[in-house]
Nanobody, 123 residues
């Protein structure tokens, strides 16, 4: 089982940028697609972005398309979302997970969730 650890969250002003990192350990991580989700209190986890094992294909939620870019470095066992033009509504806990079924937007397809990292965007 792979272990995933998210980092890079913090407080940022609206319009600012953050790059989160998801670091994998425990076994080879490059075999699977990876994804990012976020969650706010009282709401379901929301899909944000996903990337295939090779990094060649990506998928984004409409809410972040054009503002977030997902990428991965298989040599470093990491996956990143670069988040630009942040808005107060982007405030949430951000999670990464792996998907053994290829590119997916469905939370049910993902596993090995990390603990999450808090992102807070002030207005």
């Amino acid at each position: 089982q792979v272990q995933l650890v998210e980092s890079g969250g913090g407080l940022v002003q609206a319009g600012g940028s953050l790059r989160l990192t998801c670091a994998a350990s425990g076994r080879e991580f490059s075999y699977y697609a990876m994804g990012w989700f976020r969650q706010t209190p009282g709401k379901e986890r929301e899909f944000l972005a996903a990337i295939t094992w090779s990094g060649g294909i990506t998928s984004y939620a409409d809410s972040v398309k054009g503002r977030f870019t997902i990428s991965r470095d298989n040599a470093k066992n990491t996956v990143y979302p670069q988040m630009n033009s942040l808005r107060p509504e982007d405030t949430a806990i951000y999670y990464c997970a792996e998907c053994p079924y290829g590119l997916s937007r469905s939370e049910a397809s993902f596993r090995s969730w990390g603990q999450g990292t808090q992102v807070t965007v002030s207005s």
